[in-house]
C-alpha cells in the first residue's frame, strides 16, 4: 500500500520534547518534496517544516524556529521532525505530506498544492502540565 505513516506523538510536558517520523511505504521519497503540517482545533492548519528529500534544503515556519529541527534518512525512506522546547501552543494533530510536483521547501510549507500527493493519517501532540 503506497502511504505515509507518522509516529512519535504523545503527550509531554512544557519544555519536553518529541520526535515524530513520516515513513513512507510502497514508493521512494528521493524525488518528493515532505512536509508536516499541523492542525489544532480553532485554528488553520500551519505548514511547520518542510524539506526537499533531493537536496535537503529545508524550510521552517516563524512559530516553532529555533526549537524545531526538519532531517531525513534516505536510506530509511523517513523524515524526522524533532520538536524542543515545546508549548502548550504547539498543541496539535502533526501530518506529513509528500509531493513530487512541489519543487522549493517555501511552496510545500506554504501549501501551494493542497492535493498532495499523500498525506498521512497523523499523530497527536499534546503539550500541557
Known amino acids: 500500500q503506497l502511504q505515509v505513516v507518522e509516529s512519535g506523538g504523545g503527550m509531554v510536558q512544557p519544555g519536553g520534547s518529541l520526535r515524530l517520523s513520516c515513513a513512507a511505504s510502497?514508493?521512494?521519497?528521493?524525488?518528493?518534496?515532505i512536509g508536516w503540517f499541523r492542525e489544532a482545533p480553532g485554528k488553520e492548519r500551519e505548514g511547520v517544516s518542510c524539506?526537499?528529500?533531493?537536496?535537503?534544503?529545508?524550510y521552517v515556519g516563524d512559530s516553532v524556529k529555533g526549537r524545531f529541527t526538519i532531517s531525513r534518512d534516505n536510506a530509511k525512506n523517513t523524515v524526522y521532525l524533532q520538536m524542543n522546547s515545546l508549548k502548550p501552543e504547539d498543541t496539535a494533530i502533526y501530518h506529513c505530506?509528500?509531493?513530487?510536483?512541489?519543487?522549493?521547501?517555501?511552496?510545500?510549507?506554504?501549501?501551494?498544492?493542497?492535493?498532495?500527493?499523500?498525506w498521512g493519517q497523523g499523530t497527536q501532540v499534546t503539550v500541557s502540565s
Open positions: 505530506a509528500a509531493d513530487r510536483r512541489v519543487t522549493t521547501v517555501q511552496a510545500m510549507c506554504g501549501m501551494v498544492f493542497l492535493d498532495w500527493d499523500y
Open positions: 510502497g514508493f521512494t521519497l528521493d524525488d518528493y518534496a
Open positions: 524539506i526537499m528529500m533531493s537536496d535537503g534544503s529545508t
